[in-house]
């Protein structure tokens, strides 16, 4: 049976949140500590503050018993034999990772700290960062011998947080003193020895007590560095298979059969290869940046990187080409938008090539009618509703006499979409497909004009009979 560990976890975003909960499903007792008294209100009184699926759930359980919501870092340094630091570290103007709110959690766990304490950055940080905690915590006035500093990266995906915490493909530990190696090993040996998947309430992934989570203990700057280079690596491989997709469309070829030839390679594998409209997101766009930036700072030529988010940019431009050679002027044009999120299953909408690509129509003339399912209410913020931008009630309200359909975010209700629908609210048939959501065959059946990424256009059939567009 595995022990109970008390930890805190500081920040209550994406990562700190959903750590919290899933280490209270792993058996811990958690404080979750932000500084914002509001939102700390809010969760203590039950709001959900992101859209990810089972933590409404995970909330309901353990909300203000197991997991505590507090503001106070300091009762929470005392309370706790771990302290995960899960603070935002935005990008700087200069590209590098802004570590001011880690420092600054630092010094204030510094303030507090009389017995010993394991410090884990949880948070995407740039090697050193660990050597940097500890200066801050000896220039404090703590002793040496009272705390570790590891380096615990997290690779969840929003959307699929709960699951990807808790079913690991792996759980990365470095840590340069065996005494908070020990203890971080104990606080995941829940899913390490299986002992979770065990229990018939668990939440279902692809661990099992069979197959666990493997866990690799590495020294602190290794586990840095797999984070970022994890993360670099990924959209490497976005941005290769939407720069492959372009040489497809110049050819003719088909970059859905290319994508498969090629991943069915184990050394080069599926995942990941799907071609649209560039990476987004809070991480990707972020983290490139942030670790071409260490990598400038040692000296090392990493332009690799830089390739990576040239790519990355012209994919929307590229769209825009797209829309623009479907429809010939853009300045006037009514366009349905399917999406606004930077991926499917999340209202995030922070680096969004969805809400970039509609900002660029919006600039070239056009007025946009969007829907999203979730992501609506945070556009609307930074893209209030206006002449040229309206906000719909569904997907067929978005579609209602556009000149064309534009399909941005991989929701799983855009893929199933009832194209006889469509086709009769819009007012030209056309779709420019930035996600491949479709089978450009069906699409000319059902009577489309289908532009997608890196395959052929599809063309309407002739002589379509009344039951296929109804
Ligand atoms: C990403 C990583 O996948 C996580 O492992 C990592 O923990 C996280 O960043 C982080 O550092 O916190 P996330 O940003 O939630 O997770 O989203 P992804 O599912 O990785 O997608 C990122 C972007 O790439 C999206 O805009 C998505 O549409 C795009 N993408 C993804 C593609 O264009 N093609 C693909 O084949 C896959």
């Known amino acids: 049976m595995s022990k109970s560990i008390s930890i805190a976890v500081v920040g209550s975003g994406y990562v700190g949140l959903v750590a919290a909960v ?30 990810e699926y089972h933590l409404p759930e995970l909330l309901g359980r353990y909300r203000n018993n197991q997991v505590r919501f507090i503001t106070d870092l300091a009762e929470a340094t005392r309370e706790c034999d771990a302290i995960f630091i899960a603070v935002g570290t935005p990008q700087s103007e200069t590209g590098d990772a802004d570590l001011s709110y880690v420092e600054a959690v630092a010094c204030e766990i510094a303030r507090s700290l009389t017995s010993y304490k394991v410090i884990v950055e949880k948070s995407t940080v740039p090697v050193y960062t660990n050597e940097w905690i500890s200066r801050a915590l000896e220039r404090n006035g703590v002793d040496r011998n009272l705390f570790d500093v590891v380096s615990n990266p997290e690779f969840l995906r929003e959307g699929t947080a709960v699951v990807d915490f808790l079913h690991p ?53 290794s586990a840095e560095i797999i984070k970022h280079a994890s993360n670099a690596f990924l959209a490497m491989k976005i941005s290769f298979i939407n720069a492959v997709s372009n040489l497809c469309e110049a050819t003719n070829a088909n970059v859905e059969q290319v994508a498969r030839g090629i991943g069915l390679d184990t ?57 623009r050679s479907a429809l010939w002027n853009l300045r006037g ?38 829907f999203d399912p979730a992501a609506m209410e945070r556009t609307q913020q930074i893209l209030p509703a206006g002449k040229n931008m309206r906000y719909a009630a569904d997907s067929y309200d978005a579609m209602s006499d556009a000149d064309a359909l534009l399909i941005l975010t991989d929701w799983i209700e855009f893929a199933e979409l009832d194209l006889k629908r469509a086709n009769k609210a819009l007012r030209y048939s056309i779709i420019v497909d930035g996600r491949n959501l479709y089978d450009p065959a069906t699409m000319s059946e059902h009577g489309f004009t289908y532009v997608s990424v890196g395959r052929p256009i599809a063309h309407p059939v002739r002589n379509l009979t009344s039951s296929v567009i109804g």
């Open 267 to 323: 050394r080069i594998g599926p995942k990941f290869l799907r071609p649209g409209i560039g990476y987004g997101g809070s991480c990707f766009p972020k983290d490139v940046a942030a670790f071409r930036s260490v990598a400038e700072q040692l000296g090392i030529d990493f332009s690799l990187l830089t390739e990576v988010e040239k790519i990355n940019q012209q994919q929307k431009r590229l769209f825009i080409a797209k829309v």
């Open 333 to 370: 044009k009514r366009l349905a938008v399917l999406g606004l999120a930077f991926k499917g299953d999340t209202d995030d909408i922070r680096e969004s090539p969805a809400v970039e690509i509609v900002r660029l129509l919006i600039n070239e003339g056009c007025s946009i009618a969007a």
């Open 22 to 51: 899933c280490f209270a499903e792993m058996g811990h007792a958690v404080v979750c500590v932000d500084n914002d008294e509001r939102k700390v209100t809010a969760l203590q009184g039950g709001e959900t503050p992101i859209h």
């Open 169 to 221: 493909d792996r759980i990365v530990v470095g840590s340069d003193s065996d005494r908070a190696g020990l203890l971080l090993k104990e606080i995941y040996s829940p899913l390490t020895s299986g002992e979770y998947y065990q229990r018939e309430n668990c939440i279902s992934g692809s661990c099992s007590v069979a197959e666990p989570p493997p866990l690799l203990m590495t020294s602190t700057k």
